[in-house]
């Protein structure tokens, strides 16, 4: 893997999820998209849900959301989009 792709992936196992701007914010990964790409390719079992969010107009939005499966979760957002 190279070093982007491991940067999200050690992510998602501490913060439970990612998003496209915890990517770019945190990460400096602009392609989020295709780093789950390279996860899946490898075998990491990848899933993806949806998560609401503010935007900078206090309006109700959705963002898509990536996790792994098969961990434990206590995060209620992971949960949700689980289902």
């Not at 999820?17 to 990491?44: C, P, S």
Request: charged share 30%; hydrophobic share 30%.
């Amino acid at each position: 893997m190279d070093k982007q792709t491991v940067r999200v992936h050690e992510y998602m196992k501490s913060h439970y999820y990612i998003t496209a701007k915890e990517a770019m914010e945190e990460l400096g990964i602009f392609r989020l998209g295709a780093r789950i790409f390279d996860l899946k390719a490898q075998g990491v079992p990848v899933k993806s849900g949806w998560k609401t969010v503010k935007n900078r107009y206090g309006e109700d939005c959705r963002v898509k959301m990536y996790y792994l499966t098969g961990y434990p979760y206590k995060n209620e957002e992971v949960q949700d989009a689980q289902q």
